[in-house]
């Protein structure tokens, strides 16, 4: 049996542990977090990854765990909402659901199907004609046939097998901080989208506990560090200091103070090549989709393909069937970021204005 490490317990990491047991292969996942997180803006399973959550029979605790989010309504300066739109033309087959519940399912799904290691993460990587040598931060040492790296946008086995992350991830101009609001949504079924020029402030119900999401253009910090809380509190505050319309210095307030706040650059990876000998990037750390929720969608379908792939093939082809295939879904997502980033957060009150005159074509809400 082929032992494989998969660094990242997030979304992919588990997906890729459960389809890999079930093609004979014995995953380890390795996660620098002590636990799951809790934060996270909702996400989208649908698409390629409807199929392969009904396979692992997950479909309906995805369900059960879903959003209560219906439509979407733009809110003035003054607090005025206006009309309702539905979310999409078609949800029926596909579920909206926080990321971090997401995460929890998957984990619950795949538990059985490998080692899990908590608050761990690879130190060091060697790999030679039969295998990888791993020396984990832990100070344990072992050796695995294959290791993937499914470890997110600032991917440690990308940067470990392929070299800085500033040689690949390109920043897109915006950034995004999401936290819990600590109340229920005052609309149960609305998320709240208040916009000022090259900022957007939104309010979504979830499911029951509101989450708040900051989402504004910034060019990039120099010597941004996407582990220092303190700094991202910072750089929001600033971001939003002559922002005073609706609730936005409340909100603002709320997320400094937050014990979980997610922040991040929006950024995409370009890699010539998702594979090095023995390593395989996965999910963001290959090909990170961001903005509209496609990130977990992708991740599961990709996870679905590699083990297949590996399933079928030895590792060399798997890896280069797996990367044509996944490449065709991830692409297009990815060149069409700039037009998400348009549509959340114009540059101007020209744009807001336009944006909302074309929202207005979507069905109204009941």
């Known amino acids: 049996m082929r032992t ?84 999409g033309s078609d949800r029926r087959n596909e579920v909206e659901i926080p990321r971090a519940d997401l995460a929890r399912v998957l984990f619950e799904a795949a538990r059985n199907d490998g080692e899990f290691r908590y608050d761990d993460s690879i130190a060091a990587m060697t790999q030679d004609a039969g295998g990888v040598d791993v020396t984990f931060e832990s100070g344990t040492e072992r050796r695995f046939d294959l290791v993937v790296g499914a470890d997110g946008l600032h991917s440690n086995v990308r940067r470990l097998a392929f070299g800085p992350e500033t040689d690949f991830v390109r920043h897109l101009g915006v950034y995004v901080a999401t936290t819990a609001l600590g109340e229920p949504a005052g609309q149960p079924h609305d998320v709240l989208l208040h916009n000022s020029p090259g900022r957007l402030v939104s309010i979504h119900p979830a499911r029951g506990a509101a989450l708040v999401a900051f989402i504004f253009r910034h060019r990039a910090v120099e010597n941004f560090d996407y582990r220092d809380g303190g700094q991202h509190r910072r750089i929001l505050a600033d971001a939003y200091r002559n922002d005073d319309g609706w609730r936005v210095p409340e909100l603002v307030d709320t997320a400094r103070k937050a014990d979980d706040l997610y922040f991040d650059a929006v950024s995409k990876v370009v890699l010539p090549s998702w594979s090095d000998r023995r390593i395989v990037l996965l999910g963001d750390a290959a090909a990170s989709v961001s903005l509209l929720g496609d990130g977990s969608s992708m991740a599961i379908a990709g996870a679905h ?29 990815r060149r069409g970021a700039g037009l998400a980033a348009a549509m959340l957060v114009p540059k101007s009150r020209a ?10 074509l979507l069905p109204a809400g009941r």
């Open 305 to 333: 393909t590699l083990a297949n792939q590996l399933r079928q093939a030895d590792f060399t082809v798997a890896y280069r069937n797996y990367e044509a295939e996944h490449r065709r879904r991830t692409d297009p997502r």
């Open 4 to 87: 494989i490490l998969i660094s990242g317990a997030g979304v992919a990491g588990p997906t890729l542990a459960y389809w890999l047991a079930r093609a004979g292969f014995q995953p380890t996942v390795v996660e620098r977090s002590a636990g799951q997180r809790s934060s996270g803006n909702p996400v989208d399973v649908r698409g390629p990854a409807l199929p392969v959550v009904e396979q692992m029979g997950i479909a309906d605790g995805l369900k059960a765990n879903a959003t209560q989010a219906t439509a979407l309504r733009f809110v003035d300066r003054n607090g005025r909402l206006g009309r309702r739109m539905t979310m």
């Open 351 to 360: 744009g807001i204005v336009a944006r909302n005159a074309a929202a207005r």
